[in-house]
């Protein structure tokens, strides 16, 4: 039910199920390797193109997140999913073979959180027994759709981002002794006039801050209630200048609590610029690394903001600035 | 709440508050063009681009449905939106100028019942006060990132359709001596096998089928319980692929009741092939023409089963055939 202006709490708790992260060979080098269920040596996939590697990236990510959770497929009521490729298509294919009922989403590298507290939204209210929600990327793909094929070699500021080539997907329902799902705060959408496709993070910064002031002002929470709060993609850039707007806001975090997950991702000495983006990374690290920190019992109660920026390369030609979302989901042991 | 696998049921029956429709000079000419809130003679609609256009279409549309509701725009708790462009530009780009927390979604040209399902789940599960959704299409947008930009003057086969130049938009709330949205059920992704990007009609028509029997099934309905069931954008091709299928399957219609938004909203004399299609299509004809034909008291009971074709250019270039999906809304007076 609805909590605040933009919150949703969840009171029925609904619970992960079964979640999965699948990566390819670059996040098989990351920090964060032994987190994922799958790690694909191929860039292709065994596929002729990078579009239909992504398609399989997904469909093996939600046929993992099933099979974990121990559903039938035939008893899951929606699969809801978004990805960057033009008109969703790895999503959309992914629901032609996956034959469950489908709505298509679209939050840039917010869709992962947006999937994760519209299917929690729906179980918690009775509108599903069974919700799979998942979501993808991949470097080469992405890079070819909003930027420049791969294969030009060309060069990058150090304000870029490396894309993940993953997937990650959760089977949420109702019942106990699993990650609950508690709450969530849709965001806004924050424009501050970066027109740069080089520097996502700082053009995200201010809706991740927003959108994280709007959970705590919404939920009367302050970050000490949370062990980990984590944004989607904001890379090192970014995320300092969340730290920043949020500390003049007067949020300041214990040691450790905020993070980032285009930080976490890779290693310090792989080539990635200001860090992971895509929306598989958020979601391979939420599905892959925090909820496996979750069962270790190392961290009890997190909040995940995705952010995206909702950009296309046709509105940057056009010289129209980036506007970017953040979507807030918070999950406790 | 849930009814059969994969439709809602809408307990709490939320109402439209207030909605519009808009539409370019095309529509101006129309068959409906009496049933616009406001229709535009400039198909750039004064800007410098036609995606600059669609964004001010939707715009436009989101304000008057939000005018005619008389809800205040701050107490409005989401906006849920999508359409064909690319990273749906058209309606991030206008979630930033409303300023209401924003889900995108994705379904092509069935995002307006997508949205206007999903807003009716949330409205009548305590998940906001008022939820306004929209979409929309631009006839040369569309042709310029789906086929060849308008200028080029290339010829058609008449399987083909014209996509509709407008947006629609509705604010869902809780009420009475309103239309009342009374259920929804949510397509799965249907694909014949048919690669003809300019025969959607036929690739759709088999997802529309299948949407209105999981309906009929799921909600123990027949077609005696409709006054009209509105197929999206099948155009007259499709339409009758649907009316056949669904004949051979037993369910036959009373004269009049079975139609097609994308057959009603031109005239017979405007060369649109098969018919209108695009995301406007069913949104206009929807919120412009059927919820004033309820109003005038012609109809009672409607279900609208919205259509989608799922591909992307490069889908299309990779060989691959066009997946589809339908849902549907059931709106009673």
């Known amino acids: 039910m609805i909590q605040g202006h933009q919150s949703w709490i969840f009171q029925s708790k609904p619970i992960i199920l079964g979640c999965s992260a699948v990566g390819g060979p670059f996040e098989a ?11 694909h040596e191929d860039i292709w996939l065994g596929q002729d193109s990078f579009e239909k590697a992504e398609k399989k990236l997904l469909e093996e990510a939600c046929n993992l997140a099933i099979k974990n ?3 039938k497929k035939d008893d899951i009521n929606f699969f809801l999913s978004g990805d960057l490729m033009n008109q969703i298509t790895s999503s959309s294919f992914s629901a032609r073979s996956l034959k469950i009922p489908y709505l298509g989403i679209f939050g840039a590298c917010s869709s992962s959180m947006e999937g994760l507290a519209l299917a929690s939204f729906i179980v918690d209210s009775g509108g599903a027994n069974y919700v799979l929600c998942g979501t ?54 924050m424009d501050m006039g970066i027109s740069d496709p080089f520097n996502m993070g700082a053009a995200m910064a201010p809706a991740a801050v927003d959108t994280i002031e709007a959970h705590f002002r919404d939920l009367h929470r302050d970050p000490s ?26 949020f300041e975090f214990p040691q450790g609590v905020f993070t980032d997950c285009g930080i976490l991702i890779y290693k310090k000495d792989q080539p990635v610029f200001s860090g992971g983006s895509g929306c598989a990374c958020s979601a391979t690290v939420t599905y892959g690394h925090f909820l496996k920190e979750m069962k270790r019992k190392k961290i009890k109660k997190m909040l995940i903001v995705a952010t995206g920026a909702l950009m296309s390369p046709m509105s940057y030609q056009q010289k129209e600035s980036i506007p970017c979302v953040a979507h807030g989901v918070s999950i406790e042991a």
């Open 136 to 189: 993808s990327s991949h470097n080469a793909a992405s890079e070819k759709q909003f930027r420049y094929p791969t294969e030009y070699g060309g060069q990058k500021p150090p304000t870029s981002q490396w894309t993940v080539t993953g997937a990650g997907a959760a089977v949420i329902g109702k019942g106990y002794d699993r990650p609950k799902v508690t709450s969530a705060t849709i965001g806004k959408v």
């Open 69 to 71: 959770s121990k559903v």
């Open 29 to 39: 080098k990351g920090a964060l390797a032994g987190e994922f269920d799958l790690l």
């Open 225 to 250: 209630y949370y062990d980990v709060i984590a944004t989607g993609d904001l890379g090192r850039i970014g995320h300092n200048i969340a730290k920043k707007m949020l500390k003049d806001d007067g």
